[in-house]
């Protein structure tokens, strides 16, 4: 499968993991789509990873603005 050039990494940021689920949930919901997060936890925050295909540069920037 060939990648689209608008096909970039995104993340969530939460500094709880049960505010991240919260936020991966409204994530699909938002998307109508399912994601294979990566969670990871720095110390401080709690990131989840995850690959999405963006229509536009306005859609990416949407996507980047969600975070708690």
């Known amino acids: 499968m060939t990648k689209k050039p ?4 995104h ?3 939460s500094k709880s993991p049960e505010t991240l ?12 789509s399912y994601f294979d997060y990566h969670v990871v936890h720095d110390g401080q925050n709690w990131f989840a990873w ?4 963006s229509d536009s540069l306005e859609e990416m920037v949407k996507l980047n603005e ?3």
Not at 6 to 9: A, L, N
Not at 22 to 32: D, R
Not at 50 to 53: N, P, Q, V
Request: net charge positive; aromatic share 12%; no cysteine.
């Open 21 to 32: 689920k919260v936020l991966m949930l409204k994530n699909n919901i938002e998307k109508k």
């Open 6 to 9: 608008t096909h970039v990494k």
């Open 66 to 68: 969600i975070e708690s």
């Open 11 to 13: 993340y969530l940021k």
């Open 50 to 53: 995850y690959e999405f295909d």
